[in-house]
């Protein structure tokens, strides 16, 4: 048997098996529809889930089953993707659109099966759809099978945080016109929390996020970072932070003044409120690694306001966060974080290899006619791996694999690079920035043992290169 990996409560179902074993399974009902919201001084209409923005938060125990119905009330096709859920044996509910499933289109339905098998902290569900998963988002909560506990005392309680980002125009339009003319993106408008740009905005002050907290208690805090590209450095003034969780997976804790976080990452803190009562500024800005990179450098805030009777200062206070090119600090963050590993949690890490894989991950350029694109020397951007861009398919891939079809896709990808050059090296021949396009991909086999090397290269511009293997941790 092989496996392909590509590279690239509402009501309740009842699953019986003979007559007295039922499990009733909860079903949520998504509408994706446009919604206005204004922000920034202007309104706009953006895609939302159930008209909630970010979109309506899911709980559940480790081990369960949900089932969601989609329904595309908009004005374009989407899907939706359970980002970090395993999903054993379900790849059909994954959600990336001509991977695992043809997009919904406008009009239509799909139901979709979520599995938490060993998952258990905090995740995210956003559309995976050209850039939709701006404003079509929402946290995951998945607590401990009943009767277990987490492995730290219980928090007094808990909020989800979701940083995200805006633009003041369409995402739909600024992701066409950035295809159409094969440059970077605009930057975002702003960054947010919990769908507020907070105090530093015009016109966004009265609607500033405020987590309202008691002296002496601890809180958790599920931290999601739903930008669509930025890795964010997130902070609250005068209080530390200790690191229990990352992408529903415990970690061992460790106490930090500031966090890195990158898109589509997770991280679960707790914090006691042992400050004077008073109101300090919880913050958020943009991290960027690469030299000449232009990014949003605005901050966005929110307010953690003790309750009592207490004179609050005028101003609150400011987190010390980073500066937005220390590398450094983003380093030594994602460097602390180690699985818990303990009696309860146990790590199997594989040690006996059957598949090497060594993957190049680059930015690239494609020639436009008469250089007549937006980027570099009138190139179109691009991005590889192995040196092979990935052109979408017109059928999914995983439709078209248990079905035979083909000419869908080519299964010649490579486990090693093409070309072996000094891949950070400042100055590479302009030859390499082409990359083959095409829709290859890895076929494995079933229980394969595999190690996967993610190398980054110079090429174009360094650049910063998040990995998520869906249906896979690390």
Known sequence: MKILISLQLLGLTLLCVGIFHCQAWPRYTFVVEETPYRRLCSTK???????????????????DTIIVDVYNKGNRNITIHWHGAKQPRNPWSDGPDYITQCPIQPGGRFTQTIIFSSEEGTLWWHAHSEWDRATVHGAIVIYPKKGATYPFPKPHAEFPIILGEWWKEDIGQLYNETIQSGGDPNISNAFLINGQPGDLYPCSKPDTVKLMVDYGKTYLLRLINSAVQEILFFSIANHKVTVVG??????????SDYVTISPGQTIDLLFTADQSPNHYYIAAKAYVGGAGIVYDNTT?????????????TSTPSFPNLPSHNDTKASVHFTGSLRSLADQNHPVDVPREITTSLFYTLSVNTLPCLKNSCAGPNGTRLAASVNNISFVDPSIDILQAYYYHVNGAFGTRFPNFPPFLFNFTAQD??????????????????YNATVEI?????????????PMHLHGFSF
């Not at 990352?246 to 970690?251: G, K, N, P, Q, V």
């Not at 993610?454 to 174009?460: E, I, M, P, R």
Request: aromatic content about 10%.
């Open 45 to 63: 209409n953006i895609l939302t889930v159930n008209g909630q923005f970010p979109g309506p938060t899911l709980y559940a125990r480790t081990g």
């Open 246 to 255: 990352s992408d529903a997976s415990y970690t061992k804790p460790f106490s």
């Open 428 to 445: 590479l021949p302009l030859y390499l920035q082409t990359p083959k396009q095409g829709t290859e991909v890895k076929i494995l086999e």
């Open 300 to 312: 966005t805030t929110a307010i953690l306001q003790y309750n009592g009777n207490y004179t609050s």
């Open 453 to 465: 090397v993610f190398q980054g290269t110079n090429l174009v511009a360094g650049d910063d290169h």
